[in-house]
Structure formats: C-alpha cells, structure tokens
C-alpha cells in the first residue's frame, strides 16, 4: 500500500481536492462578473450572469459537502475508536494535510484571483470571492468539524464562537482596495495551516501517563459552560455582525446579491442553531402522546420565545445601524422581513419536525423551500428590481432544493 | 503454554474520581476466545480499550503482539480487528464507501472474503451511515474489523443489537475464522449464551477487579454449584480458597460455587458438618451465581 494512497483517502480523489479550490475560483469570477458588467435589471444577460453565479454556488455547495466528509473521516480517525486502531488511518495523520491545504488554496486563489482582476472594481471582487470562502470555512464547514474533531461539549457551546469569523471580515471590508481583504485571506490561510500543524502534532504526541483520554482531547476551545445569557449575547452578537457585513458591504445590490444574502441568513443560523434545545423537549413530548394542543403551549414557551427574541434583536440592530447612518431603512427593513421570516420557519419547521421520526431535516428543507418562495412573492409585491428576475431565482432556488430533498419530505 | 498474543499486568485505570481498574492482570494466548463477563459498569469496556492502547491505564501495562498497547507499530495493528461497544462510524458515507475506505487503510484487506461477508450478513451498503439502525451499524462494524482476516479480534459487547438469527450467523463467522487461521477473540458480552457457543476460557470482573480467569471446560469440570444445609445458622461471608461464590438462601442454607480442585467437597463437608448437594453448572448459571 503507498502512502499516497493512504493520503487520498483522506479526502477522496486528487480531482476532489481540485474543485473546492475551482470552485472558489468560479464564484467569485462569476460575481466579479456580475458586478463589472453591471447588466440592465431584467436582461437576458443579467439572467445569465444570475445562473452562473448560481451553478457556481451549487458547485461551491458540493466542495462543501465534500469537505464535511473529509472531515467525517478525519474526526472518525481521531475520535473513533474502531477506525484509530486501524494502521492506515492513525500512522497516517498527515495526509489530512489535504483538507487543510485544500481550504487555505481556496482562500488565497479566491482573494488573489479576485485582487488581480478586479482593482478597478474597488476590490468588491475580492471581498464577494472571499466572503464565500469565508463563510464555508467559518460559517459552515470549520465549526460543525471542529466540534467534532476538537470535541466541543456542547451544540449550543457554538453559538459564542459563531460570531467571531464576521469581526476581521467586517474589519477587512474598510481597507480601500482590497488590500485588507488580501491581507486577510493570507492570514486566514496560515492560520487554518498552523491550526492543522497543531492538530497533528497533538495527535502524534505520545500519551502521557495517567491521561484517561487521548492528549488531543485536550486540545480543544474553551469549553465555556454557558448560560442562557452568555448564548443569548451570542446569538445577538452574530445577528448583529452578520447584519453589518449584508448592510454596509458595497456589493450588496439588491437583486444580483439574494442568493447569496440567504446563505449568509442561512450560515447565522447555522451557527446559533436552536433547535437542538427548542425541539428536544418538544419530540419527546409527541412522542409521549401529548396531542397537537396540548403542545401549543409548548411550542409558545420553547420555539417562539426564542424565535421573538431574535426577531427583536434583529430590529434593534437595524435601528443601531440605521442611527449610525450604516444602512439605509429600506435595505434594513427589507433584509429584516427576510430574517423574521426565515426565523419563523424555522419555528414553524420545528411543528413539520415532530411530525416525522425520521429526524429534523424534513422540515427544515421545507421550510427553506417555502422561504425562498415567499421570499421571492415578496420581492415582487415590493417592486423591488426586477421582480420577475428575482422570482425566477427564488423559483429556482426552491426548486432544487425541493428536489434535492423531495424523498425527504415524508409526512 | 501457547504464545501470549494479549498480556496485561497490573493495569489501573481511574476515570475522574472513579476508579474503574484495579490491579488488572490478564492473558490471552494465541487462538484463544475469551469472553470477558461482568456487571453493568464493572470495567469492561475501559478494559478493552486499555488492551488496545485506546485508554490510557494510570499503572501497569499492556501488550499486544508482544508491543505496548500505547505505542503499537502499524504492523501490529493491522493484525487486529476492533469492533467499539458503539460503532461510530464516520457520517456522510454509505457502508460501500466506507469499506473501500478501509480496504485503503488496512494492507491484509481481502475483498473477497468482505464480500461474503456483507453477504452473509446482509449488511445494506447502499445505504449511508447515519440512516442505518445500532444493528445494521454493528454488522456493518463487525465487517470493516473481519475483512482483513485479523490474528487478534477485539469485541466490544458486538452482538447487543443483533436480532437471534443474525447472532447465530455472527457466531458461526468468528468460529470459522477461529478454525481457519486461529484468529484469537476477546469479547466482552451480557449474553451468555454467546459466551458457552463461543468462548473457550472466561474472565469476570467485578468493579474493577478481575475476579477469575478460566478455561471454560475446566471451569465446568471443576467448579459446582453447592447447596449447603444444616440446622444451625452458617456465616453470613466466606472467604476461604475454592470457595468462588458464597449466598446464604434462609436460615442455615446457602448456595456456593466451588472449585473442587482447590478445596474438595469432603473438606467443605466436615468444615460444616452440613449435607451439601453439589451439581454442575453451565456457563450461564456459573455467571449469574458468581456475579449475584
């Protein structure tokens, strides 16, 4: 067996590896695209420019899937313990040098590609690249995996530290041509390296004695047993940052920008994700036989109040924004219809949730089916830019992701 | 006496304040099975994986092939098979992709032999990980540990998901490969059913501490179960060698379990001047009786 064999494994075919860089790249060639052109609202080309940017999305989405499964097996490896005894996963920690390598390539080629070809665009290319990669590395991907991997204790412990990617992102957006981005997306790749460097060299530090786990447990983020207070500040702290980052980036045009302004919704609440403790109390109650009465209560006091508190957060962060002369009202009331809706269908997919023993997922696609549609219904009855440009993209959008999901959906 | 394939002396292991292992000493010779038995909590599983270097013990040692458990080469690993008390297999892959996955990592991988294995287990490849029942995830488990034909399997508590039907064919797989290559097996299980099919010496612990250690004919040969009567009361305890097991049932009546070769029935007999009805035990009744 070669060891490059072994390496491969790590993370699935050398052409693999390829397309998350590739990907990247496309996106944000694609939104450079879009941007530079600058096509009239309701143009074929604008719809062609939209599309693109779309399948380049898709493409980035399936990287990501790859990348959580090379996680999958990085984490089985140091966290399984059938798989840690095997000898050609344990002595062979280094090939996980892909994954990492793989994302810190992502980063740079994105920025840079965006850097060199679009100066003259105020470095906006460089920071819609970038701020895709970002959000696959911090808002998606590293979290979930580095819980795993890092043995976070808890799913809500995430919410603290879902905040922390915006700051330098919102940081780096005032540095007038891109450089700040640039100078960012270097620091981010050598960080995730040194990270990794880290990882595997805790990995392959032999035990010392009288530990009762592996040394690489010990490695992992502040455990912070937190409070209600401490999750609230940071669920707050994440709605506000990610509010920033859609309101004042230049780029954020209304109608070329939607898709991309729902998956930043979208990676906030991945990041603070509550229905882990909105919904646990609530299946095991369905499923003790509590009628749908008996459970509105429930559901007003475990996924509503929660759901309210957002809602209210989001406002006043608008406000906040809006007084420091950050964001404009409409653009703020718009992207806060957005959040409350997207907020309660998330509630509401907690309703679909236990209805189904196969898990949350049905409801929670759903849910972001009808989001996107009623997303989309709203755009037009706003007349906001092209509407019918706009419904064709939510269309799309929810038709593919019904369609990804359709077996799913087993009410 | 056969060649060690798993030793271990004097293993302590403390988990928080707990101390799960104490003093353990254990062997385990080549193409032997040993079922190691034990109450909920009594060690076990941290046993096991102090044995394969997967916990860390605070005294003693332990090897395997002749190598620290701690610090074992990939050669030696790739003679063993382990199958964890709960198969955590990684997410986001169906069995197929992970039985390719593995036959990469695992240089004695025979495909053939997975194969029939996944066959004759009917584990559903198609399907992804975190989709599959605790019982289709053990089989799936039992595969990726088999495949390879290890020297030394390791089972954690293997079959407790596992419908009769599907524990009967498990059985007969590790028996073949037992009588095929000599395939040592250490299992760790609650049903004893599985320990009088399979193993040929038995292990108990008992918070912590390894009670005996046996070979299973000789243990059915040697040890009876004893009920002992007379008409004055008998000590509430007995500790005395031979004596495994000691259960008063009402006034001047208890049960122990004996073992004839360190301490014959005549001596227990004049000890007490009691009658005492003495009949073999089976593997299970030996189990439940000891552990009561």
């Known amino acids: 067996m070669s060891s490059m064999s072994v390496r491969y494994a790590w993370w699935g075919p050398p052409w693999q590896i390829g397309m998350v860089a590739t990907s990247a790249l496309l996106v944000t060639v694609a939104q450079i695209g879009v941007q530079q052109s600058r096509p009239a609202p309701g143009s074929l080309s604008q719809l062609a420019a939209i599309l693109l940017g779309l399948a380049a999305m898709g493409l980035m989405f399936w990287s990501f899937w790859l990348l959580g499964r090379g996680m999958q097996r990085l984490s089985a490896v140091v966290g399984a313990d059938a798989i840690r005894v095997m000898p050609g996963a344990a002595h062979n920690l280094g090939g996980a040098a892909w994954l990492w390598c793989a994302l810190a390539v992502a ?43 890092l043995a ?26 891109g450089w700040g981005v640039l100078l960012l997306a270097v620091l981010v790749a050598a960080g995730v390296c040194w990270q990794f460097r880290m990882l595997i060299r805790r990995l392959e530090r032999a035990p010392t004695a009288g530990e009762s786990r592996p040394s690489w447990r010990r490695f992992s983020l502040p455990a912070v047993k937190t409070g209600p207070v401490v999750r609230a500040l940071g669920r707050s702290g994440s709605i506000l940052l990610g509010m920033l980052l859609i309101t004042t980036a230049p780029w954020a045009s209304y109608t070329h920008d939607m898709p991309f302004r729902l998956y930043i919704l979208l990676m906030i609440f991945y990041g603070n994700d509550q229905r882990g403790m909105e919904l646990a109390g609530l299946r095991l109650r369905w499923l003790a036989g509590l009628s749908r009465l008996q459970l509105i209560p429930l559901v007003l006091r475990q996924a509503m109040l929660p759901a309210a508190t957002d809602i209210a957060v989001a406002a006043l962060a608008g406000a906040v924004l809006h007084a420091l002369g950050w964001a404009e009202a409409k653009e703020l009331s718009v992207l806060w219809g957005q959040f409350v809706l997207m907020r309660m269908a998330f509630m509401l997919s907690s309703l679909c949730w236990i209805d189904t023993r196969s898990g949350w997922r049905p409801g929670r696609y759903l849910a972001y089916l009808c989001v996107f549609c009623v997303i989309a219904l709203l755009d037009w009855l706003w007349g906001a830019e092209p509407a019918v440009t706009a419904l064709l993209i939510h269309a799309l959008a929810a038709v593919s992701v019904g369609a990804m999901r359709w077996r799913r959906l087993a009410f | 006496m056969n060649d060690a394939v798993i030793e271990a002396h004097w293993l302590r292991c403390t988990l928080g304040d707990r101390q799960v292992l104490r003093d353990v000493s254990l062997r385990v010779g080549a193409g032997e099975t040993l079922g190691l038995v034990g109450r909920n909590g009594a060690g076990k599983t941290t046993l096991l994986r102090c044995l394969l270097g997967l916990a860390f013990p605070q005294g003693g040692e332990a090897r395997v092939f002749g190598e620290s458990a701690t610090d074992m080469s990939p050669r030696a690993k790739a003679r063993l098979g382990y199958v964890a008390q709960n198969a955590d297999l990684p997410a986001m892959h169906t069995g197929e992709q992970l039985l390719a996955l593995i036959a990469e990592w695992q240089p004695r991988w025979d495909a053939v032999w997975a194969a029939q294995l996944v066959e004759r287990l009917a584990v559903p490849l198609q399907t992804r990980t975190e989709k599959m029942s605790a019982g289709e995830l053990q089989l799936l488990a039992l595969v990726l540990a088999l495949g390879h034909r290890p020297d030394l399997l390791v089972l954690d508590e293997p079959v407790a998901a596992l419908d009769p039907v599907v524990r009967r064919a498990v059985a007969a797989i ?6 095929e290559r000599g395939t040592s097996i250490v299992f760790s299980t609650h049903i004893l059913s599985d320990l009088e099919r399979l193993a040929t010496h038995v292990a108990v612990l008992e918070d912590g501490v390894l009670g005996l250690q046996r070979e299973v004919d000789a243990l059915k040969q040697d040890v009876v179960l004893c009920r002992i009567e007379r008409q004055t009361p008998l000590p509430s305890m007995l500790q005395c060698a031979g004596v495994l097991s000691w259960r008063l049932s009402g006034h001047g009546a208890a049960n122990a379990l004996v073992d004839t070769t360190q301490l014959p029935l005549e001596h227990l007999r004049d000890e007490f001047g009691a009658a005492i009805k003495a009949r073999r035990v089976n593997m299970e009744e030996f189990v439940v009786e000891y552990l009561r």
């Open chain 1, 107 to 149: 980063v740079v080629a994105s920025a840079g590609t965006a850097f060199v070809f679009d100066r003259d665009g105020g470095g906006q290319g460089a920071r819609i690249g970038l701020t895709f990669v970002w959000l696959a590395c911090f808002g998606g991907a590293l979290p979930t995996s580095l819980k795993q991997v």
């Open chain 2, 174 to 179: 590790l028996a073949e490969l037992q009588a």
């Open chain 1, 152 to 177: 976070v204790p808890r799913a809500d412990d995430r919410s603290w530290f879902a905040v922390l990617p915006f700051i330098p992102l919102v940081a780096a957006w005032q540095v007038p041509g």
